[in-house]
């Protein structure tokens, strides 16, 4: 009895080594088989191409027969009239073209989608999701505006037009975000960007010993070398601490001056400085805190006070002068006393840090409506857009210069310079902010209007037939 179940016991253990053993060359077999399947899918499918955004419940013959009229002999392999799609086999690849030049026609009242099976937008989007490691698609989350906001800081996405048509709509959008992604975040599109970025806003940073302790790694070298393509990328995070400007907190904003490498002072373009913008100010030239100037609100200068581009600009100096003038009057109260206590030389020591629009060193801005400019970066936007003018169009002198940079510094001289810089200012900078505000104000106004003249029509309506009920 025991031979005979120690021998049942080796026959079963044979049998299932066996059987594991099949399983396992069924599964390669099945893996292989997955394998070859998806490496002669697009060669099986290249040819195929699908019709999306048809009306719900359209009758399959009609359809064909709408397809017939370009490719005689097309055949429908797949059809879904719940879901508005169809996937069509054309006879050829001659006629596969003529079949996408189908895309975009109108039938039976909708707007038809052709392309090739399986390259839809929204696949074209997932595969970008995949390829880049952004996570899923749906994860991305819309704001109250109508926009789309991107994982990973990759920005934000305004909707398209709603086309007629869930799926028309969907691919609409996928299309959108798609393009936005390929442009934006390869390696080449962010290195682009970054070396943008780093142009306009760089800065040599005056306290070596704070930069060394961040470990930001900034070069106070050329601009080819600090930032070039080809060396390790420099990524900046600037932490932004808000300290209001009440009297109450007066105490935090000396606690966010000691350690913060700068300040942003944040002055009304239409007011002008406040009380507590001087005390704040001076406390920051104390604690050696060198300070940048931005006037904001200049919306309300170019909408409700209706100021020509002279008027803002003398606004603006106004206001850069009553600045100016705090920081030398505690500058220099702090030169004497370091004079009197004949410890340091002045002039080495405390550094002339009055801002000016020439030097980058005060911007103006909106924070209502979303934007801010600065005199280098127009300057950097104006060069930018004539060196990409036809030749014919270009001005003879950026014609004779070689490379940007040389037309910036031309720019810089002649147009900026001492004797034409608010000319230049008000006609280059100013006068294009006014009449953007012009035309996003006039055609607010005439949506709002016509939303309160159609609310108006369909109160007298239902007015005058309560009227007639009554009587």
């Known amino acids: 009895r025991t031979q ?88 050829a690849v001659a006629k596969a073209s003529s079949l996408l030049a189908l895309n975009g026609t109108t039938f039976r009242e909708r707007e038809l989608t052709v392309q090739r099976h399986g390259r839809s937008a929204r696949h074209r989007l997932s595969k970008l999701f995949k390829e880049r490691e952004l996570g899923k698609p749906s994860d991305m989350t819309t704001t109250e505006k109508g926009g789309i906001l991107l994982p990973q800081g990759l920005g934000l996405v305004q909707m398209p037009p709603r086309a007629k048509g869930a799926v028309a709509a969907k691919e609409a959008i996928a299309q959108s975000l798609a393009d936005y992604i390929e442009k934006y975040s390869s390696s080449e599109a962010q290195s682009a960007t970054a070396h943008e970025h780093a142009r306009e806003h760089e800065h040599e940073h005056e306290r070596a010993s704070s930069e060394s302790s961040l470990g930001l790694g900034l070069s106070s070298g050329s601009e080819s070398e600090s930032f070039s393509s080809d060396g390790p990328q420099v990524q900046l995070r600037v932490n932004c601490i808000d300290s209001p400007g009440h009297v109450d907190f007066n105490s935090e904003v000396t606690a966010a001056l000691r350690i913060t490498d700068g300040c942003l002072v944040i002055v009304d373009a239409l007011d002008g400085p406040c009380v507590m913008t001087y005390t704040v100010l001076r406390q920051a030239i104390r604690e050696l805190v060198r300070p940048v100037l931005l006037l904001n609100k200049v919306d309300r200068l170019l909408l409700e006070q209706q100021l020509t581009p002279p008027e803002i600009m003398a606004r603006f100096k106004t206001s850069i002068a009553e600045i100016n003038g705090c920081i030398a009057d505690e500058q220099d109260a702090m030169r004497a006393e370091i004079e009197e206590q004949e410890q340091l030389e002045c002039q080495g020591q405390i550094p002339d840090w009055r801002v000016s629009l020439e030097s980058g060193t005060v911007a103006f801005g909106s924070g209502y409506f979303g934007w801010v400019n600065d005199i280098p970066t127009a300057i950097e936007r104006l060069a930018a857009r004539a060196v990409a003018l036809p030749p014919s ?79």
């Open 393 to 471: 169009n270009q001005p003879a002198w950026i014609q004779e210069l070689q490379s940007h940079e040389q037309v910036v510094d031309r720019m810089r001289q002649t147009w900026f310079g001492p004797k034409t810089f608010d000319k230049s200012v008000c006609q280059h900078i100013l006068r294009p902010l006014k009449r953007l505000h012009e035309l996003c104000q006039a055609q607010y106004d005439s949506v709002n209007d016509g939303a309160q003249i159609h609310a108006a029509s369909g109160g007298g309506s239902g007015g005058g037939g309560g009227g007639g009920g009554g009587g």
């Open 4 to 91: 005979r179940s120690e021998q049942a016991l080796s026959t079963g253990a044979t049998n299932a080594e066996a059987g594991a053993t099949n399983a396992e060359a069924g599964t390669n077999a099945n893996v292989d088989a997955v394998a070859n399947t998806d490496a002669d899918a697009p060669d099986s499918t290249h040819a195929l191409l699908y019709f999306g955004n048809l009306q719900f419940g359209v009758d399959e013959g009609e359809l064909l027969a709408m397809i017939r009229t370009t490719d005689e002999t097309a055949t429908v392999e797949r059809y879904n009239p719940k879901r508005g799609f169809a996937v069509v086999k054309p006879s």
